[in-house]
């Protein structure tokens, strides 16, 4: 067994942001705190925090900190049975990647009620949808909602729904650029917004015109910033249907072509021997996300 | 001198998303502007390239890539003075780095009708307030607009105004954890949401309350999401006033403590020797910005 001592002390640093505050939480003298920490480096050998204000994981330290939390996770269940056993009542955390558009719109209205129920911390990791699934096989979050379907090792994936992406622009750009109608050609010219390098929705889009190969666009990794872009003229790209039904009733954005949505599928990829806490989550997870997720089954 | 040649089929590859498309815009063939790209980590030791589909820059080839863009502008002076040099007619990119809340907000608005009319592509980097300078001196941004004063070597720094934050929940989550008022014991206790390990917003809160020390919280690295958890109820945070006058109208988030805002200043760092177009941009960017910041000199 590892030494979970040494392991609660990195957690604490971390959690109450400083080596004061953790001491104080785990009754220690601070230098006991620290000595733990260097304990615990000397053993893993490598630096398990940078020391700054607030002291912040390093790459190892975060993986051990998801390990605590999800050893913690599974000692909510057993006290649940053995009440006695509790000594705290800190709240839990878990560490969730998920891509910035679902960040953006469905996910905080989804797991709000039970988060707060439940006295529940989310340390939340955006990564774009192909990405959150490395973070897993790195053992550096608990779970993650991406696009992709294949669960890795020791783990489950469900199927929440989809989110509906459609190709908009401002009209003003959509009257520089096509004033005589918007053609695939026309289209290839214009400046297009991409997220980063995963996204390829907007290459995706262009090939089911006909139009292969790279384009101009403009790069902007958030996604508000993405809709701003969009809505000051600065380019066109693909956008969920879900964060901007308020600029569409207003006219400030626009489809180019009529009803020609991509939906992108989102599944929910957790540990299977996560406890009872990420159980409930992904159980209440799979009936939230419906009210806001596009049903592809239908 | 560097060898531009190389340079050229690097920014090349990576700007056409492939080398097929590369080869095209540069009128080589395929294996040509593999050869190049090979030559060029020969000669820097080291891949520029990681060959995925699209291909990405690595940490070296993105400085690269930002040293030949910062190259074309330079380049894009000479030849508006002595126009036969033109040989292209790509539109020239320009990376940039700069904090979630400003990309959220008051950017795309301030700069997209000068974006548009230079046909100026933006390679957008998000960073945290304190961190776009540290990118600079890397030399992997040509400019960045972050919360600190003082220019690094080569750059100049204008300062564009303040962005106004204001500490902000729901009124559910106000009615739960501060049933009697909002005091600072209550908020040491109440959950907060914290953007990344950089937002140290909610601390100065705090400690301008007399607080000190860590406290619970989510972490949320996305502008958007970061409201969606508020509206959410997951916690209190510090929130761009610009950024939710639709919420507050409405009466979605309430300020905890009455018009106690923190303002953050924003400068503007850019490279002295830019060349004139970043110069223009500056010039029109310190006019666009006070339209949205707030004055900090008044």
């Known amino acids: 067994m590892l030494d979970y001592k040494l392991l609660a002390a990195l957690a604490a640093v971390v959690e109450q942001a400083g080596f004061e505050r953790a001491a104080q939480v785990l009754g220690l003298s601070q230098s006991a705190v620290s000595q733990r920490i260097k304990l615990l480096e000397a053993r893993v050998g490598q630096p398990v925090l940078v020391r700054a204000v607030p002291p912040a994981p390093t790459e190892i330290g975060r993986r051990l900190l998801n390990h605590v939390q ?89 199927l929440l729904g989809a989110m509906r992406y459609r190709a908009m622009a401002s009209p003003g750009f959509i009257a520089r650029n096509f004033p005589t109608g918007v053609t695939a050609q026309a289209l290839a010219h214009a400046p297009a917004i991409v997220f980063g390098p995963d996204d390829l929705l907007q290459h995706r889009y262009l090939s089911g015109l006909g139009v292969e190969g790279g384009f ?53 990829h957790h540990w299977r021997n996560g406890g009872e806490l990420l159980n409930q989550l992904t159980h209440h997870l799979t009936q939230a996300a419906g009210h806001s997720l596009v049903d592809l089954r239908k």
Request: hydrophobic share 45%.
């Open 70 to 158: 999800q050893v913690r996770l599974l000692e909510r269940d057993i006290q649940a049975q053995v009440p006695g056993l509790d000594e705290g009542g800190l709240p839990e955390r878990l560490r969730i990647a998920l891509n910035a558009d679902s960040l953006a719109t469905w996910w905080a209205g989804a797991v709000g009620a039970f988060c707060t129920e439940q006295r529940l911390l989310l340390d939340l990791v955006v990564e774009d949808q192909e990405v959150g699934l490395k973070r897993m096989r790195a053992g550096d979050v608990a779970a993650c909602v991406c696009a992709s379907e294949r669960p890795v090792a020791g783990a489950r994936a469900v």
């Open 216 to 268: 101009a666009h403009h790069l902007c990794p958030s996604s508000e910033g993405f809709i701003r872009l969009a809505q000051a003229g600065f380019g066109w790209g693909l956008i969920p249907e879900l964060q901007v039904q308020g600029e569409i009733a207003r006219g400030e954005l626009v489809e180019l072509i009529s009803d020609r949505p991509i939906d992108v599928p989102l599944y929910w």
